[in-house]
């Protein structure tokens, strides 16, 4: 009696867990233009609220003096401890609580995929863009807005230590702080620059 053995399944060869990240990755964010008009209108939402705290709140605390996020070509460590001053213990907690762990938690990401959607809308309408491969799109697009991110995260938690901690605010601490608010200001500018070109150059010519 001969016994018959179930055949033998065949295996494939499982495929590399980083390379389906990657492509889940690449696929999310070549969606993003679809929801770009969306993310516009969250971004000026939420930098409008930040508008009306800093004008009608955050200065009213220090004495009509700006954050230090508005000091667009940074401070000197007396400018930042002048507004630290002001602000007292008091008005550095509720700046902490209603802008740095809030609002301005949320807005980097929230911009940063803005201009991601930006980038990639305006370069498809190039023919050379379009021809890319996804993988590059979303590459070139992560290239330019990335830095801004980390710049302004960055910067975030070195103005976000300064308010909680008043005695970390030393010419050293307040100097960081202002290079990281000129660099964020510096890496935005890039990707806005890249969008106005691209949409720019995407325009069709009139026809006469």
Same mark, same amino acid.
């Given at each position: 009696?001969?016994? +018959?053995?179930?055949?033998?399944? +065949?295996?494939?060869?499982? @495929?590399? @867990?980083?390379?389906? %990240?990657? !492509?889940? $990755?690449?696929?999310?964010? %070549? +969606?993003?233009?679809?929801?770009?008009?969306?993310?516009?209108?969250?971004?000026?939402?939420?930098?409008?609220?930040?508008?009306?705290? @800093?004008?009608?709140?955050?200065?009213?605390? *220090? &004495?009509?003096?700006?954050?230090?996020?508005?000091?667009?070509?940074?401070?000197?460590? #007396?400018? &930042?401890?002048?507004?630290?001053?002001?602000?007292? +213990?008091?008005?550095?907690?509720?700046? /902490?609580?209603?802008?740095?762990?809030?609002?301005?938690?949320?807005?980097?990401?929230? $911009?940063?995929?803005?201009?991601?959607? /930006?980038?990639?809308?305006?370069? !498809?309408? $190039? @023919?050379?863009?379009?021809?890319?491969? &996804?993988?590059?799109? *979303?590459?070139?697009?992560?290239? /330019?807005?990335?830095?801004?991110?980390?710049?302004?995260?960055?910067?975030?938690?070195?103005?976000?230590?300064?308010?909680?901690?008043?005695?970390?605010?030393?010419? #050293?601490? /307040?100097?960081?702080? *202002?290079?990281?608010?000129?660099?964020?200001?510096? $890496?935005?500018?890039?990707?806005?620059?890249?969008?106005?070109?691209?949409?720019?150059? &995407?325009?069709?010519? !009139?026809?006469?």
């Amino acid at each position: 009696m001969t016994s +018959r053995l179930p055949a033998k399944a +065949r295996t494939i060869p499982a @495929e590399p @867990e980083q390379y389906g %990240l990657g !492509r889940s $990755l690449t696929a999310t964010i %070549l +969606r993003l233009p679809r929801h770009a008009a969306a993310l516009c209108f969250l971004s000026a939402a939420v930098f409008i609220a930040m508008t009306v705290l @800093e004008f009608f709140y955050f200065r009213q605390l *220090s &004495g009509g003096l700006p954050s230090l996020d508005m000091r667009y070509f940074g401070f000197t460590p #007396d400018e &930042g401890m002048a507004w630290l001053t002001a602000l007292g +213990r008091r008005g550095g907690e509720i700046i /902490l609580v209603w802008h740095y762990l809030t609002f301005d938690l949320l807005f980097p990401a929230l $911009l940063s995929l803005t201009l991601v959607s /930006l980038i990639l809308a305006t370069g !498809r309408r $190039l @023919e050379t863009f379009r021809t890319l491969p &996804g993988q590059v799109q *979303s590459i070139f697009a992560l290239v /330019l807005v990335l830095p801004y991110t980390l710049a302004d995260y960055g910067q975030n938690i070195a103005v976000a230590r300064l308010l909680s901690d008043f005695l970390s605010a030393n010419p #050293d601490s /307040l100097s960081l702080a *202002s290079a990281l608010i000129v660099t964020k200001f510096a $890496l935005l500018a890039i990707p806005l620059v890249v969008i106005a070109i691209l949409a720019l150059a &995407g325009q069709k010519p !009139r026809q006469g």
